[in-house]
């Protein structure tokens, strides 16, 4: 298995595909300040991988608590 590099910059559709959920709904995360956002000069939002993961774990762990 490949490291990642934590600091790796990811789009929303990128973001979204690890979460498990909608482009949208990771605007909305960001919006909320559950995911930390880095904007473009031109507007656009990346987030940093290890913030993707992070919440990735978190909502890991609130499933299994849930079950």
Do not use: W
Request: charged share 40%; hydrophobic share 35%; glycine share 4%.
């Amino acid at each position: 298995m490949t490291k990642r590099d934590p600091d790796e910059l990811m789009t929303p559709s990128d973001a979204a595909r690890i979460l498990g959920l909608s482009p949208d709904s990771v605007r909305a995360l960001s919006d909320s300040g559950r995911l930390a956002t880095l904007r473009t000069v031109s507007g656009r939002r990346l987030f940093r991988r290890a913030d993707v993961e992070r919440l990735a774990n978190e909502r890991a762990d609130v499933k299994k608590k849930r079950t």
